[in-house]
Structures are given as structure tokens and as C-alpha cells.
């Protein structure tokens, strides 16, 4: 058993949904309003040697998916995004608006922006997903993982999806009760999507946390099939965080060569 996954899997795994009793972490958490240095964060980046990408690798138009977190848009990586095609690799976003809809029904348009960027340019993905985006990258490498090259997950509960604050917490219910109304689906729908959460990874798998984030509890991060490394970032700061950045680098000059079509891995 993986470190911090609760024995036979996720908290509430069995449900899909925790029990209207279960309001979050309300222990334990820093202060949720220490999100608010994300902007100095941000600030912050732009005047660092990681961001102009001094003494980093450079990328040779590998491509790259990003995922946003719960209730995120495609924008809140756009910082990202920029960064990762000045250094040389295809990103891509998969077109979230508002990422609240129940998780298979967000893997289905990440699956198909998968497909594409996979039969487009005949390489494995790296999927790099912040918070919840991390939950949805996981799954779709455990479900496709002839596509993926890697999952770099930043400040996603990997272990524990429901060890998250109050606050995050009451916008489950929302989405929720969301899913229900315009959908007709309740919690039961999220058992098999937590099922492969749980699962050993097949793909290499990266977790990227802070004891200091204020929406994922750190512990809940932690698995022992991954690489986890700690930073010190609030949450929403993951997305534009230098030592980030420079791990991203890292992971991405580490991954396979691009295997050309034809070869005997593709034509298997």
C-alpha cells in the first residue's frame, strides 16, 4: 500500500462522494487566506533566471498537455503555457472553461485532446496537472498509457482527493449538486474514476507539493509510487512557482527520445 493512501484506497472510495457530514480537513491546514500571496507569487516569478530559462534544458517541440484544477479555467495555466513554448515544447490546453462537471465526463474531452496531440505528432504526452487537473492526468495515464510519456501532478491529493479545506470542500457539494441537476448524476459515478486514482501508476508519476498550501493538505500528496517533491508555494502558486518551473525542466530533458513512426514500439 502506497504511503498515504488509506488502507483499501481513498477515503470514501466506496461512495465516490464523502458523506454530507464530512465538511474537509478542519485541522491541520494553513490558514486558507495565505492564498492570497498567488499574485505576489506570480510577480515574483517573472524576475527570476528560471523564467527567462537561463541554464535550463530546452525542449525539442515535445508536447505537453496542461490540465486546471477544480473550478479553474484553461487561463490559470496560461503562465505556464507561455513559459513551456519559450522553452521549446508543444503545449497544448484541453479547452476547460470551468472545470466542475464530474471526472469522467472532463476525461472525455482530455482523452480526446490526448488522442489528437498524440496521432498529430506521433510522440507520448507528458500531462501536467494542477490540483484536481493532477487527479484527472493520473487517471488518464492509468487508462492510457501507450500515449502518455509522464504525469508531473502540482498540488494534487493523489493519495486522499477529499483531505482539502472547508472551503474547497462546500464547492464539491456545489459541483455536486451541479452534476446531479444538469446531468442526473450523483457521487456513485465517481467510484471507477477513484478505483484508478488508487491504482499503482504505470507511468512515471511526479508529485510536486507545499506544506504550506492552503487547499490540499501536504500528506495527502504523498504516494510512494511517485517522486514527490516539496516546494514552498501557496496552492494557486504551484502554476507559477520558479522551483517548479525548474523541475518541469528537468522532467521534461529526462523523458524518452521521440520514437519515430514505424518503429518497432508504435507498429507493436
Given at each position: 500500500?502506497?504511503?498515504?493512501?488509506?488502507?483499501?484506497?481513498?477515503?470514501?472510495?466506496?461512495?465516490?462522494?464523502?458523506?454530507?457530514?464530512?465538511?474537509?480537513?478542519?485541522?491541520?491546514?494553513?490558514?486558507?487566506?495565505?492564498?492570497?500571496?498567488?499574485?505576489?507569487?506570480?510577480?515574483?516569478?517573472?524576475?527570476?533566471?528560471?523564467?527567462?530559462?537561463?541554464?535550463?534544458?530546452?525542449?525539442?517541440?515535445?508536447?505537453?498537455?496542461?490540465?486546471?484544477?477544480?473550478?479553474?479555467?484553461?487561463?490559470?495555466?496560461?503562465?505556464?503555457?507561455?513559459?513551456?513554448?519559450?522553452?521549446?515544447?508543444?503545449?497544448?490546453?484541453?479547452?476547460?472553461?470551468?472545470?466542475?462537471?464530474?471526472?469522467?465526463?472532463?476525461?472525455?474531452?482530455?482523452?480526446?485532446?490526448?488522442?489528437?496531440?498524440?496521432?498529430?505528432?506521433?510522440?507520448?504526452?507528458?500531462?501536467?496537472?494542477?490540483?484536481?487537473?493532477?487527479?484527472?492526468?493520473?487517471?488518464?495515464?492509468?487508462?492510457?498509457?501507450?500515449?502518455?510519456?509522464r504525469v508531473v501532478a502540482l498540488g494534487a491529493?493523489?493519495?486522499?482527493?477529499?483531505?482539502?479545506?472547508?472551503?474547497?470542500?462546500?464547492?464539491?457539494?456545489?459541483?455536486?449538486?451541479?452534476?446531479?441537476?444538469?446531468?442526473?448524476?450523483?457521487?456513485?459515478?465517481?467510484?471507477?474514476?477513484?478505483?484508478?486514482?488508487?491504482?499503482?501508476?504505470?507511468?512515471?508519476?511526479?508529485?510536486?507539493?507545499?506544506?504550506?498550501?492552503?487547499?490540499?493538505?501536504?500528506?495527502?500528496?504523498?504516494?510512494?509510487?511517485?517522486?514527490?517533491?516539496?516546494?514552498?508555494?501557496s496552492h494557486v502558486g504551484l502554476a507559477v512557482?520558479?522551483?517548479?518551473?525548474?523541475v518541469l525542466a528537468r522532467l521534461l530533458a529526462?523523458?524518452?527520445?521521440?520514437?519515430?513512426?514505424?518503429?518497432?514500439?508504435?507498429?507493436?
Amino acid at each position: 500500500m502506497a504511503e498515504g493512501i488509506p488502507a483499501g484506497g481513498p477515503r470514501h472510495a466506496d461512495r465516490g462522494i464523502p458523506p454530507l457530514r464530512y465538511f474537509g480537513r478542519v485541522i491541520g491546514l494553513p490558514p486558507v487566506w495565505l492564498e492570497s500571496r498567488a499574485p505576489f507569487e506570480n510577480m515574483r516569478l517573472r524576475g527570476t533566471p528560471t523564467y527567462a530559462g537561463d541554464g535550463l534544458p530546452r525542449g525539442d517541440g515535445q508536447p505537453v498537455l496542461l490540465i486546471p484544477g477544480f473550478m479553474a479555467a484553461d487561463r490559470s495555466l496560461a503562465t505556464l503555457r507561455n513559459w513551456l513554448l519559450r522553452m521549446g515544447y508543444h503545449a497544448e490546453i484541453p479547452g476547460l472553461a470551468f472545470n466542475v462537471r464530474y471526472s469522467e465526463a472532463v476525461l472525455n474531452t482530455i482523452n480526446l485532446h490526448l488522442v489528437d496531440l498524440y496521432g498529430w505528432l506521433g510522440q507520448k504526452v507528458t500531462l501536467v496537472g494542477h490540483s484536481r487537473g493532477g487527479l484527472l492526468a493520473k487517471v488518464a495515464a492509468h487508462r492510457h498509457p501507450e500515449m502518455v510519456e509522464r504525469v508531473v501532478a502540482l498540488g494534487a491529493p493523489l493519495a486522499d482527493p477529499f483531505d482539502i479545506s472547508p472551503f474547497t470542500m462546500a464547492g464539491v457539494r456545489l459541483a455536486q449538486l451541479f452534476n446531479l441537476v444538469r446531468f442526473g448524476q450523483t457521487g456513485e459515478v465517481e467510484r471507477p474514476f477513484l478505483d484508478d486514482l488508487a491504482a499503482p501508476t504505470g507511468r512515471p508519476l511526479t508529485s510536486i507539493y507545499s506544506r504550506t498550501d492552503g487547499i490540499v493538505h501536504w500528506r495527502a500528496c504523498i504516494r510512494a509510487d511517485a517522486e514527490c517533491v516539496e516546494v514552498a508555494s501557496s496552492h494557486v502558486g504551484l502554476a507559477v512557482n520558479p522551483d517548479v518551473y525548474a523541475v518541469l525542466a528537468r522532467l521534461l530533458a529526462s523523458s524518452e527520445l521521440p520514437t519515430p513512426r514505424g518503429s518497432s514500439e508504435t507498429s507493436a
